[in-house]
């Protein structure tokens, strides 16, 4: 291998380091997304003041959004790098639920 295929080489091992990286990034993202939606979502349904809970279901509308927001990009960039069956998404990151109104 000449000095133009190993930077070649190199540079393209990067990017691929870059694409996972990425792809980690937006899954941890998505995690701490899910996660405020449900600790929010416990607090609702264990509060009994109605204030507090009209204020518990604004909180969780929030962040029910930037869950899907979170999960939408998740799966832009597995799109973006080749992937494209998200059933594994679908089954270790299931959207959070709407509330009923």
């Known amino acids: 291998m000449d000095a133009r295929e190993e930077a070649l080489s190199r540079t393209e091992e990067e990017i691929r380091a ?3 990286a990425t792809l980690g990034r937006a899954g941890e993202r998505l995690e701490a997304a899910l996660a405020a939606a449900a600790e929010i979502r416990r607090a609702l349904e264990s509060a009994a003041d109605p204030s507090a809970r009209n204020r518990l279901r604004a909180d969780y509308d929030v ?8 999960r939408r990009i998740l799966i832009i960039q597995r799109e973006a790098i080749g992937l ?9 990151f299931p959207e959070p639920p709407a509330l009923p109104r």
Request: cysteine-free.
């Open 18 to 20: 870059e694409k996972a």
């Open 63 to 70: 962040a029910r959004r930037r869950a899907l927001d979170a």
């Open 84 to 92: 494209r069956n998200h059933r594994l998404v679908d089954q270790q």
